[in-house]
C-alpha cells in the first residue's frame, strides 16, 4: 500500500470508528492519518487534507468532551422512576421489596425520590429505622452532610421517631460520619434508654440479607464455609432452604443449635453475625419437595 | 432467581447482555423489539447518555406463551458497557438466569472484550454464581463490518481468546441488520430454561 492510500485506509477506518461511537479510536486513527502526511515529503503541503484531517480530529475530541462531561445521573421521569423501583426490589416480603426499591432508586442516582419513598416508609412504620438510616446515609455520601444534620434535625423535632429510635439514629450519624471523615453537630438526645438499647438486638436494624456463610462444626465439611441463600426475612429471622441430599449439613443444622460465626451478605454491605436455629422442617409438597428450610434466629450483629 | 409461581403456573425469569462498551448489546434488543412484535409485550426502555451510550440499563420484556403449561415471561436487559459503570452492572446482573456475552469482532475492542469477560466474571463471583455454570452464550457481533473495510477478527481467534475454557454455546451475528439476533436469545432462553428445569428437579 503507498503512502496516499494507506493516509487514505486510516481516514476511512477512523470515520467508521466514529460512526460505530468509537471515538477515542477513531481520534488515534485520524492522528496517525495526519502525521503520516505532516511527515511525508510529498504530501506535506496538501493544505487541504490537513485542514480536513485537523477539523475531523476537533470534532470528535469535542464529542469526546461532551460524552465526558455528560451528567451521570439525570433525573428521570416518574414512570422510569417506578419502573427502577419494582425491577431491582427482589424480596417476597413486601415491606422489605419496598425498602430495596428505595435503595435502588439512590443507587440509581433518583436521591429526592428515594427520600420521598424512605419518608412515605417511615410515616408508615414500614422498618423505619432501616429507611432512615438508609435515608441519613444517602443523604451524607452524595448530597452533603448538612443535609443529613438537617433531616436528624427536622426528625429530631417532631414525633415521627421515639426517643429510643432518635438515639439509634444519632449514633449511627455518629458511626458514619466518623468513617467519612465528617465532623457533624447533632442535637442533643437524652440517653436514659441508651444502656437499654443495647441489650438486644433491635429487630428494624436487620437490613436486607440476600445470602449468609455459615461454618459447620461436626461431619467431614468440619470448619469448612457453606454459603446459603436466603429465601425469606421477617427482621432477624432469615429463612434458607437445604437440598434434601446435604444429609451431613442437615443433621448439624438441628433446632436449637447456636451458630457462633455468621458472615451475613446484604445489597449494601457485609457483617458478622451470630444466631441459633429456631425452626426446621421438611417441605411436604412442591418442587422443593423433600428438602428442608430452616429458621435461623440472629441475635447478635 | 427465576419467579416461578407454581399455583398460577408462570416462569419469570431474568437474562442479562453484557459485553464491552458500544458492541451491539442494544441493538440487539432493538432488534428484537422491531422484529419480535409477537412477544414483545411493553416498550423497549432505553436509559441513555451523550453519544447514545447506555447509562444505567435498557430493558425489554417478553412473552412465550405457554411452554409444558407454564405461561414463560422472559425480562431482557442491558448492562452499560463502559468500564466506569460496574457498581450498575452489578446492579442489574442480581437476579440473572443467564447471560449472552456480546462480543464485538473489530480487531481493536479485542482487548475490551477480553477485560468485559473478566468483569462478568468477577461480578458472578460476587454474587457466588460461577460463569462455568450459568448458562451463557457468546455472540460474536458486527461480522458485517468485514465488508466495509474494517478489520475484524478470524471468529476461530475470538473463540480461542474468549471461549476456550468457557466452552459455551457461540453464534456470529450482525446485531444491526440481524442475522445471529433471534438464533443467539433463542439458544439462550432455551439453556436457561433447561437449567430451571434441572434446578427445580435436583
Known amino acids: 500500500m503507498n503512502e496516499v492510500d494507506r493516509i487514505k485506509s486510516l481516514a476511512r477506518e477512523a470515520d467508521l470508528y466514529r460512526k460505530q461511537g468509537l471515538f477515542e479510536q477513531a481520534r488515534t486513527k485520524y492522528i496517525e492519518a495526519l502525521n503520516l502526511i505532516q511527515k511525508s515529503e510529498a504530501l506535506k503541503n496538501q493544505v487541504s487534507s490537513i485542514e480536513s484531517l485537523k477539523k475531523r480530529i476537533k470534532s470528535v475530541e469535542e464529542t469526546i468532551d461532551e460524552v465526558e462531561k455528560a451528567t451521570e445521573t439525570p433525573e428521570l421521569s416518574e414512570d422510569m422512576q417506578n419502573l427502577i423501583s419494582n425491577l431491582f426490589s427482589y424480596s417476597r416480603n413486601k415491606s422489605l421489596a419496598a425498602i430495596e426499591g428505595a435503595i435502588a432508586l439512590a443507587k440509581f442516582g433518583q436521591y429526592e425520590k428515594a427520600f420521598m419513598e424512605f419518608e412515605r416508609l417511615i410515616k408508615d412504620r414500614v422498618f423505619p429505622i432501616m429507611a432512615a438510616e438508609n435515608m441519613l446515609r444517602c443523604q451524607m455520601i452524595f448530597i452533603s452532610p448538612e443535609r443529613a444534620v438537617e433531616q436528624f434535625k427536622k426528625w429530631a423535632s417532631t414525633r415521627i421517631f421515639t426517643k429510643k429510635e432518635l438515639i439509634s439514629l444519632k449514633e449511627f450519624m455518629e458511626a458514619l460520619s466518623k468513617k467519612e471523615g465528617v465532623k457533624l453537630v447533632l442535637p442533643e438526645i437524652s440517653a436514659m434508654l441508651h444502656e437499654e438499647n443495647k441489650k438486644d438486638i433491635n429487630k428494624e436494624q436487620i437490613i436486607s440479607i440476600s445470602s449468609i456463610s455459615i461454618r459447620v462444626k461436626s461431619g467431614s465439611k468440619k470448619d469448612l464455609d457453606l454459603d446459603l441463600d436466603i429465601t425469606f426475612q421477617t427482621g432477624n429471622i432469615l429463612s434458607f432452604i437445604v437440598k434434601a441430599d446435604k444429609k451431613e449439613l442437615i443433621d448439624f443444622l438441628k433446632t436449637g443449635v447456636k451458630i457462633p460465626a455468621i458472615q451475613c451478605y446484604s445489597p449494601i454491605s457485609v457483617f458478622p453475625a451470630s444466631g441459633v436455629i429456631t425452626d426446621k422442617k421438611q417441605i411436604p409438597s412442591g418442587p422443593r419437595k423433600g428438602d428442608y428450610t430452616f429458621d435461623l434466629t440472629l441475635e447478635k450483629a | ?202
Not at chain 2, 412484535?37 to 453519544?51: A, E
Not at chain 2, 412473552?63 to 409444558?68: A, E, N, S, Y
Open chain 2, 1 to 202: 432467581m427465576a419467579v416461578i409461581n407454581a399455583k398460577e403456573k408462570i416462569i419469570e425469569c431474568k437474562i442479562v447482555y453484557y459485553g464491552p462498551g458500544r458492541g451491539g448489546k442494544t441493538t440487539n434488543l432493538e432488534y428484537i423489539y422491531k422484529t419480535g412484535k409477537k412477544y414483545v409485550t411493553s416498550d423497549i426502555v432505553s436509559i441513555n447518555t451523550k453519544g447514545d451510550r447506555t447509562l444505567f440499563f435498557d430493558f425489554l420484556p417478553i412473552g412465550l406463551g405457554k411452554i409444558k403449561g407454564y405461561d414463560v415471561k422472559v425480562q431482557l436487559y442491558t448492562v452499560p458497557g463502559q468500564a466506569k459503570y460496574n457498581s450498575t452492572r452489578k446492579m442489574v446482573l442480581k437476579n440473572v438466569d443467564g447471560i449472552v456475552f456480546v462480543a464485538d469482532s473489530m480487531d481493536i475492542q479485542r482487548k475490551e472484550n477480553f477485560l468485559s469477560l473478566k468483569d462478568l466474571q468477577e461480578n458472578l463471583k460476587e454474587q457466588n454464581i460461577s460463569i462455568f455454570k450459568i448458562p451463557l452464550i457468546i455472540q460474536y457481533n458486527k461480522r458485517d463490518l468485514g465488508e466495509q473495510g474494517i478489520p475484524i477478527m478470524p471468529v476461530e481467534l475470538m473463540e480461542k481468546d474468549l471461549n476456550s475454557k468457557l466452552k459455551c454455546p457461540s453464534l456470529e451475528a450482525s446485531a444491526l441488520k440481524g442475522p445471529g439476533v433471534a438464533e443467539t436469545l433463542k439458544k439462550c432462553i432455551s439453556l436457561t430454561l433447561k437449567s430451571i428445569h434441572q434446578e427445580l428437579s435436583q
